[in-house]
């Protein structure tokens, strides 16, 4: 199983970026992903999930509004849309198989990839 996360680099404060995480090795279209990302200093931390389908979404407080999270099954692809960024969004993100009902059971992460938010 691999989860190859993507399209990460540096952005001014108000930018945007597109996160794309491919999987294989799995049957994509029935599990759960979510996205974290871990701060400089800090801990890992939830940021978004999407079930099998992507009908369900939730997000973490302080991305509500700016972040979406999607997927296309087809592809066997999640992504997360960043607008808005915030020099407190500056994090490694990591894509993973998770369980929709609670995030913290993780089957798979991916590796991560850098954001930077410069202001």
């Known amino acids: 199983v691999q989860l190859q996360a993507s399209g990460g680099g540096l952005v001014q404060v108000g930018g945007s970026l597109k996160l794309p995480c491919a999987v294989t090795?799995?049957?994509?279209?029935?599990?759960?992903m979510g996205w974290f990302r871990q701060a400089p200093g800090k801990d890992r931390e939830f940021v978004a999930a999407?079930?099998?389908?992507?009908?369900?979404?939730y997000y973490t407080d302080s991305v509500k509004g700016r972040f979406t999270i999607s997927r296309d099954n087809a592809k066997s692809s999640v992504y997360l849309q960043m607008d808005m960024l915030k020099p407190e969004d500056t994090a490694i993100y990591y894509c993973?198989?998770?369980?929709?009902?609670?995030?913290?059971?993780?089957?798979?992460w991916g590796q991560g990839t850098l954001v930077t938010v410069s202001s």
């Open positions: 999407i079930n099998w389908s992507g009908v369900g979404t």
């Open positions: 090795g799995r049957a994509f279209s029935t599990d759960d």
């Open positions: 993973a198989v998770i369980t929709y009902s609670d995030y913290e059971k993780v089957d798979y």
